[in-house]
């Protein structure tokens, strides 16, 4: 792929941003199904998980679920570059390394590539993922807070 020129550019924009739609969809529908679980687990458990474990280890599993979901959506980056043959490397395991440090950092990491573009697209999506995941996390805290809080209270 040509990695210049304005046709290159509005080539980049028309695949990036459907992919960014769909790794949005993608966590939305992941986070979502996290919070039903976490929420039904709350319920089943009737108060017996209550005190700082039960509030650590929701909130600890919450974290590293929201985290597995993030490394997938940095795969199917990883996935759409090496089926465009974005990268100079065609081996997947060079484009999932190359993808997870777009996905997971700023675009630094970008100018190196031959299609800028679509890394700082790619760091815009992941801004945007952790960004919804920052607010998730904050909101299933202020859900099992009480668990945390019972256990400090009878202390």
Not at 12 to 39: C, K, Y
Not at 47 to 60: A, H, Q
Not at 83 to 89: G, N
């Amino acid at each position: 792929m040509n990695s210049s020129g304005v046709g290159s550019w509005i080539a980049d924009w028309a695949w990036s941003m459907p992919l960014i739609v769909l790794t949005v969809v993608i966590h939305v529908s992941g986070l979502a199904l996290i919070a039903e679980r976490v929420i039904g687990l709350q319920g089943e458990s009737g108060g017996r998980r209550s005190g700082m474990p039960g509030f650590v280890l929701v909130v600890g599993s919450t974290a590293l679920l929201a985290t597995l979901l993030h490394g997938n959506e940095a795969a199917i980056w990883a996935a759409s570059y090496w089926i465009l043959r974005a990268l100079p490397d065609v081996r997947i395991s060079d484009a999932l390394l190359a993808e997870r440090d777009d996905y997971l950092r700023s675009c630094e990491f970008v100018s190196r590539k031959p299609l800028a573009v679509d890394g700082a697209l790619e760091a815009l999506c992941g801004m945007l993922t952790f960004g919804l995941t920052t607010a998730f996390l904050f909101a299933i805290i202020q859900k099992v807070w009480p668990l945390g809080h019972e256990g400090l209270r009878k202390a």
